[in-house]
């Protein structure tokens, strides 16, 4: 298990508190027992989620923050959630505080898998790599959901599911010129982008 960050937009169920956002830090198996975590400690507020906007390992997050101090407050937060196993929530901003997204963005879920046939050679699952054009991270793991089940593959841990620049940085430039593509396919229609297939070994039962 690691930490999950998780933003979400939210609002009062009874009315006595403004509409707003706020961080979350949560220890889980993936990105969608995260997210089920956040949504019961929301409901435990009085407050009920409108918009996923990010659900991803805390560690692996896609940017640096602005300043040391705001690094050490983030991975405070983040131990507390990993040493308590409780959802931990930064400040809660109105939403008068801050931009949201005015359009669909890209969304880029990481998605390990099981083969639901026989294939050759023989493996058990894979991960793959998949972007797809959404208004937040929960329509994007339903439309992708959605394309895995279709070819015959039963998605089982879901590692990342958050928005992504075409112009996020890549070690390999290989990998950077693949990625670009893909964005570009997501782009430019509603479907989801596959990326390579990595199945691993089959293990047999002893």
Not at 22 to 46: C, G, M, P
Not at 51 to 59: G, T
Not at 136 to 156: G, I, N, T
Request: aromatic share 16%.
């Amino acid at each position: 298990m690691e930490v999950y960050w998780v933003e979400v937009e939210y609002v009062s169920r009874s009315g006595n508190t403004k509409p707003g956002v706020v961080y979350a830090f949560v220890k889980s198996t993936d990105a969608i027992e995260a997210h089920q975590a956040v949504n019961k400690a929301l409901n435990q507020r009085d407050l009920l989620s409108t918009n996923w906007l990010l659900i991803e390992p805390y560690q692996d997050k896609l940017f640096c923050w602005d300043d040391d101090e705001q690094d050490a407050h983030y991975e405070h937060l983040c131990e507390m959630a990993m040493a308590t196993g409780e959802c931990v929530f930064d400040d809660f901003y109105n939403q008068d505080e801050f931009d949201r997204p005015e359009d669909e963005e890209i969304y880029w879920a990481f998605v390990e898998f099981r083969f639901l046939y026989e294939v050759d050679p023989p493996a058990q699952g894979g991960f793959v790599n998949i972007l797809v054009k959404a208004w937040d991270a929960l329509e994007a793991y339903r439309k992708v959901q959605k394309a895995v089940l279709v070819e015959d593959l039963e998605p089982f841990n879901w590692l990342r599911l958050t928005p992504v620049s075409r112009d996020q940085d890549w070690e390999d430039e290989e990998v950077a010129a693949r990625f670009q593509r893909l964005w570009d396919c997501a782009e430019g229609g509603s479907e989801c982008q596959w990326g390579e297939i990595t199945a691993y070994e089959r293990y047999e039962d002893e």
